[in-house]
């Protein structure tokens, strides 16, 4: 009787080492993400946990290691690497639209200059991503008109345009008002659950208990522990875990 090999990871961070100056902030990181798989990146602040979110898509350059996107290495630069990154969406704290553009506009702008989609299309596609994150009726608006919780729809929606193999969100939430948080975790949630593979660094525990399929915790730049959800929150394995969790419930 024959098994069935498990498929290749989307995502693979192999051995990857990165400093700033003295600093080493990723030791030696090893991270598997296979498709349609909801990993949720945790840990103190200053744990690495952003600067590897950066480093998969190559915002942040590595000194040692690799990274592979669907069985393709990540190269350091140049045409290739441009092509695989627009297999890698991505959506960050501060929402970056352009903001002398309308909403339609910067969702249009890479799928029609980076993919050559013909305008019509990428514009219908646009509208449709648009709907589904529920700012349908902001598509003529600039992106100063909008709430930050919107915007960051918005962010989501664009990054979806270019219809990426992975999703990496990097605290998508920190810079919002705390009204705003959820309509863009369930914008996430969503978006978890029709089976698109995610990669969320947050400090928001309840979208990792809800959406995640693996909680990974970072510190000191290591991972420490990676378990199912329900399995970390109730019985973490290593001091750190059982000390950062015991900081946040307290609160």
Do not use: W
């Not at 693979?12 to 349609?36: A, M, P």
């Not at 929402?95 to 799928?111: D, R, S, Y």
């Not at 990669?199 to 199912?228: L, N, S, Y």
């Not at 019985?235 to 750190?240: F, W, Y």
Request: with cysteine.
């Amino acid at each position: 009787m024959t098994t069935e090999a498990p498929s290749a990871p989307l995502v693979s961070v192999q051995s990857v080492n990165k400093h700033y100056g003295q600093l080493h902030v990723l030791k030696d990181i090893n991270l598997d993400v296979r498709k349609g798989e909801v990993v949720v990146v945790i840990g103190p602040s200053g744990s690495g946990k952003s600067t590897l979110c950066r480093a998969i898509n190559r915002l942040e350059t590595i000194e040692a290691g690799s990274i592979f996107i669907d069985g393709k290495k990540l190269p350091d630069e140049g045409k290739e690497l441009a092509r695989l990154r627009a297999d890698v969406g991505m959506v960050f704290q501060s929402f970056n639209l352009f903001a002398h553009k309308t909403i339609l506009e910067n969702v249009t702008l890479g799928p029609i200059k980076v993919k050559g989609v013909d305008k019509a299309a990428a514009e219908k596609d646009a509208m449709a991503l648009l709907e589904r994150v529920g700012v349908g009726q902001q598509a003529p608006k600039l992106p100063a008109q909008l709430s930050g919780g919107q915007q960051q729809r918005v962010a989501i929606a664009r990054a979806l345009a270019m219809k990426p193999k992975v999703m990496l969100f990097d605290e998508p939430t920190s810079a919002l008002d705390p009204e705003m948080i959820n309509e863009v975790l369930d914008v996430m949630v969503e978006l978890a659950r029709e089976g698109m593979t995610m990669i969320v660094v947050t400090h928001e525990m309840g979208f990792a208990r809800k959406a995640a399929d693996r909680v990974v915790f970072m510190a000191d730049g290591q991972i420490v522990e990676q378990a199912k959800p329900e399995e970390f929150f109730t019985n973490p394995q290593s001091s750190r875990a059982k000390d950062f969790l015991s900081k946040l419930l307290t609160h």
